[in-house]
C-alpha cells in the first residue's frame, strides 16, 4: 500500500524532474494551440501521455518479444512527432491539406460521430500526448524500480503501481496544461492562429523535438539540475522501499522453517542436463533447489558446495535442481546459460527460468538461495546469500536419513565455519544502467540520451564512478561509443566486471593510474593489462593481495556493454 501510495506521490513530483521541466512548454503549448477556448486539448494531451505511457510499459518493457527494439528508435520516434505537430501549427494551410486527402479526417469523424463541432481539433493535442508518454518514461526512479524489480516478479501488482504513477504524473500536467490554456486565454493576441504567439508556440514544438531527437536537451537539464534547490532524484528515491536483507531465520537450526509444500517448477524455458522435472515426479528424493544466475559473482562462488553436495550425496537419494533466474536479459538465453554450465562444471538439472515465474513461485528475493526439500515434497530449510554451508549439509544428510535406511559415510565434505569472502568496508554490488544505477558522479548527469558525451568527475569518493567520451546508457546497461572511458573507485581484494561484446574486443585496464599487471594485480582474464570480452558472462579483472582501495580505470571500444561490477575479499 505504502509503495502504491508512493507511485502516486513519484507520478506528481515527476514535474519537478530535470528531464521533464524543459518540456512542460510543450504541454502549455499543446494545450493553447490553435484554439485558447478548446477546453478538452488539456485533457486530450494529459489522457493520451497516459494512455501512451501505460502502453509504452506493457509493450516494450514487460514483453520480451519486442526486446530487441533499441530505446533511441523510440526517442527518434517522439522527437519527430513533435516536429511535425511544430511544422502543422506553422504551415496550418499545408497541414489542413495533408489531413484532408489522406483521409484521417473523415475516417475519424465517422468514428466520432458526425456531430462533433470541432471537426480535427481533437488529432494535434492527442498525438502531443502520445509522443510525450515514451519521453516521460525515463524521469523517475520510482517508476525506474517498478519496471525492474517489481515487474518481473509480480506483473499485476507492478501495473496497479504503474498506473497509480501515471494518474498522479496526469493530474498535475492536466493542472499544468488547464491553468496555462486559462492565463492564455485572456491574452486576446494569442488567439489568432496565424499570429506571433501561436507562430512561437511552433517554432517552440519543433525545437524541443530536436532537442529530444539529438540529445542536445541534456545540457539544459544538467543545467536545471544544477540550479535547483533540491535533487530530484534523491527526493523520489525516499519513496521507494528499502530491501530487508537476508530473512531473519535461525540458521542454527537445522530446519529454519515452518514445513511448507514445495512449489512446482512453473514457467521453465529450457532444461540443461536433463529432461523436464516436475516436483511430483521428485516425491521420494531429497531435493534442493538452488537459484542462481551465471554472472552473479555470490552464485559462483557457492556453485562448488552445490556440485559437491550432489557428487557425493547423489547416489544416497538426493537431487539438486539448479534454478537459473536471470537477472540481465542475455543471462536468459539457453545458449549462453549452456556454456556457462559447462564452463562451472555442473552436472546436476539446470532449469532456466527466463520469466521468473518459478522464483516468483517461491516468493524469492535473493541470488543465491537454497530450498531444502524432504521425500515428503515440504521446504524444510532455506538458506540466502553465501555461508552457512556446513549446517545445509547436516541438514541435507539429516533428511536423506529420515525415515529411510540410508547409511552415510561418516563425514562432511564441507568444511565447519567455512568463511565467506565479504568485508564489511567492500564496495558495494555496483549497477551501470539507470534501472538501478547508484553513485554515478560526472557531467552531465546519467541519462538515457544517444551517444551522449560524458566527462570524468574531478574527484571520486569511496564507491564512486565515472565516465568519458560517448556512451549509450540503457536501463541495464552501458554501451561505449567513441573514445569511452570508465573508472571506479573501488575497496576490495577482488574486482569482477559483468558485461559483453558483440565481437572479441580488448579492454585496457589501469590501476592507480598504472597498468594493472606491473603490480601483479591482474584478474584471471587480464592478460597484460588486457581484458578479452566477448559472450556477456562475469569477468576477473582485478585479484589485489591484500584488501585493497584505489581507481580502476578501464579504456573500452566501442561497442562493447557493461552491467555490473560485483566484489569479493
Known amino acids: 500500500m505504502f509503495l502504491l501510495f508512493g507511485a502516486f506521490l513519484a507520478g506528481m513530483l515527476t514535474v519537478l524532474a530535470p528531464c521533464v521541466l524543459p518540456l512542460l512548454p510543450v504541454i502549455i503549448g499543446g494545450s493553447v494551440a490553435g484554439d485558447t477556448k478548446d477546453k478538452r486539448r488539456p485533457f486530450l494531451i494529459a489522457g493520451s501521455l497516459a494512455v501512451s505511457l501505460i502502453a509504452f510499459t506493457v509493450l516494450l518493457k514487460a514483453s520480451t518479444l519486442l526486446i530487441a527494439i533499441p530505446p533511441a528508435a523510440i526517442t527518434y520516434v517522439s522527437g519527430g512527432i513533435i516536429v511535425a505537430i511544430g511544422l502543422a501549427t506553422l504551415f496550418p494551410i499545408t497541414y489542413a491539406t495533408l489531413v484532408s486527402r489522406s483521409g484521417i479526417e473523415h475516417r475519424a469523424l465517422r468514428l466520432l460521430g458526425n456531430g462533433t463541432k470541432h471537426k480535427n481539433q481533437w488529432i494535434g493535442p492527442v498525438i502531443t500526448g502520445a509522443a510525450l508518454g515514451p519521453v516521460f518514461s525515463s524521469c523517475s526512479p520510482v517508476y525506474g524500480y517498478i519496471l525492474a524489480t517489481v515487474l518481473p516478479a509480480h506483473f499485476a501488482t507492478a501495473m496497479a503501481y504503474i498506473v497509480s504513477y501515471v494518474i498522479g504524473l496526469a493530474l498535475v500536467l492536466l493542472a499544468i496544461g488547464y491553468y496555462g490554456q486559462r492565463l492564455t486565454a ?25 532537442m529530444i531527437i539529438t540529445g542536445t536537451g541534456t545540457k539544459l537539464q544538467v543545467f536545471v539540475a544544477d540550479h535547483t534547490p533540491f535533487k530530484f532524484d534523491n527526493l523520489s528515491s525516499k519513496l521507494i522501499p528499502k530491501q530487508s536483507g537476508a530473512k531473519k531465520i535461525d540458521i542454527s537450526k537445522l530446519y529454519n522453517v515452518a514445513a511448507f509444500k514445495a512449489p512446482e517448477f512453473t514457467g521453465i524455458q529450457n532444461w540443461i542436463n536433463s529432461n523436464p522435472q516436475t516436483m511430483a515426479q521428485l516425491k521420494g528424493k531429497v531435493v534442493l533447489v538452488d537459484f542462481w544466475t551465471y554472472t552473479c559473482i555470490n552464485c559462483i562462488r557457492s556453485l562448488p558446495y552445490v556440485e559437491g553436495w550432489y557428487s557425493h550425496y547423489q547416489k544416497d537419494g538426493l537431487v539438486v535442481i539448479g534454478v537459473e533466474a536471470p537477472e540481465f536479459a542475455y543471462e536468459k538465453i539457453p545458449s549462453n546459460v549452456a556454456a556457462a554450465v559447462k564452463q562451472d562444471g555442473l552436472t546436476y538439472p539446470v532449469a532456466i527460468d527466463g520469466n521468473l515465474a518459478t522464483w516468483n513461485a517461491y516468493n524469492n528475493q535473493y541470488w543465491p538461495a537454497d530450498y531444502l526439500i524432504d521425500r515428503n515434497g515440504n521446504v524444510r530449510r532455506e538458506d540466502f546469500g553465501e555461508g ?135 584478474g584471471a582474464d587480464v592478460t597484460n593489462s588486457q581484458l578479452t570480452m566477448q559472450l556477456s558472462n562475469l569477468y576477473r579483472i582485478a585479484s589485489f593481495k591484500t584488501f585493497t582501495s584505489g581507481i580502476v580505470e578501464l579504456d573500452v571500444p566501442a561497442g562493447v556493454s557493461l552491467n555490473t561490477f560485483t566484489f569479493g575479499n
Do not use: C, H
Not at 485572456?186 to 530536436?210: E, W
Not at 569511452?484 to 585496457?508: D, E, T
Open 186 to 210: 485572456r491574452l486576446k493576441f494569442a488567439s489568432n492562429p496565424r499570429g506571433y504567439f501561436q507562430r512561437g508556440l511552433a517554432v517552440l514544438f519543433i525545437l524541443v523535438g530536436v
Open 388 to 522: 552457512n554451508y556446513n549446517q545445509t549439509e547436516q541438514a541435507i544428510r539429516g533428511l536423506l536419513a529420515e525415515n529411510s535406511n540410508t547409511k552415510l559415510s561418516a563425514n562432511l565434505i564441507t568444511p565447519s565455519n567455512t568463511p565467506v569472502p565479504v568485508d564489511q568496508n567492500q564496495t558495494p554490488e555496483t549497477y551501470l544502467g539507470t534501472d538501478r544505477a547508484d553513485a554515478y558522479s560526472g557531467s552531465p548527469e546519467l541519462g538515457t540520451q544517444p551517444d551522449q558525451t560524458y566527462s570524468f568527475a574531478g574527484q571520486l569518493y569511496n564507491s564512486q564512478w565515472s565516465l568519458s567520451g560517448e556512451w549509450q546508457v540503457s536501463g541495464s546497461a552501458i554501451t561505449a561509443g567513441k573514445d569511452a572511458k570508465l573508472r571506479i573507485n573501488v575497496a576490495a581484494k577482488n574486482v569482477y566486471l559483468v558485461g559483453g561484446a558483440p565481437n572479441s574486443s580488448i579492454i585496457n585496464v589501469s590501476f592507480s593510474g598504472k597498468p594493472i599487471s606491473d603490480a601483479g594485480d591482474a
